[in-house]
């Protein structure tokens, strides 16, 4: 069996897990999400365009506070307004942050 409590201490940073009812360590603790969310966006919104509840052609405009850093090409571009298949394009192209957002 693995002693989860000493394998966090040997840990550079902070390993979490949880798997109710068999194992949890820092179970509540809040990690930063980086792009592994990407993939369960790009899935749900894979899933609804193809239930018909999300329309790709759909315009999305882009506010200020959802521009961030790291982003790839949205904070480049002067446009504000981009569909629903364009921000999943460059979410999964080029893990661009605003367009994740």
């Known amino acids: ?3 989860l ?3 966090g201490d ?3 940073g902070t390993l979490a897990v949880s798997v109710p009812g068999l194992l949890a360590l820092n179970e509540d603790v809040e ?3 980086a792009s592994a969310g990407k993939l369960l966006l790009l ?3 894979a899933r609804s365009v193809a239930a018909g509840s ?3 052609a759909e315009p999305v405009t882009l506010l200020d506070e959802d521009y961030r850093g790291g982003s ?3 904070v480049g571009l002067s446009a504000r307004r981009w569909t629903v298949a364009d921000l999943a394009l ?3 192209a080029v893990s661009d942050n605003t367009a994740t957002n």
Request: proline share 12%.
């Open 72 to 74: 790839g090409l949205l």
């Open 10 to 12: 040997e840990c550079p």
């Open 1 to 3: 069996m693995i002693d």
């Open 90 to 92: 460059l979410t999964a």
């Open 31 to 33: 990690l930063p999400l």
């Open 54 to 56: 999300l329309d790709p």
């Open 43 to 45: 899935a749900e919104v």
């Open 5 to 7: 409590d000493s394998l």
